[in-house]
């Protein structure tokens, strides 16, 4: 991967890698996926070591449905009442990442994330 040089491009590249980890999770592509998953996990990284993980916030709005998912549980340590809302509201739309919405929040307030997402 390549190094993130401001938050700017954290964002761009946390938005394309979450779509492409979408993409390649609907064709099943496991190795795409991985390494498109391991880019948001450095840009999460990236973001809370220069105290800008909030700036995922962006996302809570945005058109796809997995930037959308990805930039809600990164944000769940830092602002909770939000990111569950975004989660619920993909619950509540039906459609594909509804589900993992729906564990998220269920994980989530069981306890079962909080060492993950606060890395």
Same mark, same amino acid.
């Given at each position: @991967?390549?190094?993130?040089? %401001?938050?700017?491009?954290?964002? #761009? !590249?946390?938005?394309?890698?979450? =779509?492409?980890?979408?993409?390649?999770?609907?064709?099943?592509?496991?190795? $795409?996926?991985?390494? %498109?998953?391991?880019? @948001?996990?450095? $840009?999460?990284?990236?973001?809370?070591?220069?105290?800008?993980?909030? #700036?995922?916030?962006?996302?809570?709005?945005?058109? %796809? =449905?997995?930037?959308?998912?990805?930039?809600?549980?990164?944000? !769940?340590?830092?602002?909770?009442?939000?990111?569950?809302?975004?989660?619920?509201?993909?619950?509540?739309?039906?459609?594909?990442?509804?589900?993992?919405?729906? @564990?998220? =929040?269920?994980?989530?307030?069981?306890?079962?994330?909080?060492?993950?997402?606060?890395?």
């Amino acid at each position: @991967m390549r190094n993130i040089k %401001n938050v700017k491009d954290a964002l #761009e !590249l946390f938005e394309k890698a979450a =779509i492409k980890q979408s993409e390649a999770i609907d064709k099943g592509n496991s190795k $795409v996926a991985n390494y %498109n998953y391991d880019i @948001m996990v450095e $840009v999460a990284k990236f973001l809370r070591a220069n105290k800008s993980l909030k #700036e995922l916030s962006v996302f809570y709005e945005h058109p %796809n =449905i997995s930037v959308r998912s990805f930039a809600a549980a990164y944000l !769940l340590p830092i602002d909770e009442e939000n990111s569950i809302r975004v989660l619920d509201e993909i619950v509540k739309m039906k459609v594909l990442g509804s589900f993992d919405a729906k @564990m998220t =929040i269920q994980e989530w307030k069981n306890g079962n994330l909080r060492n993950y997402y606060t890395l």
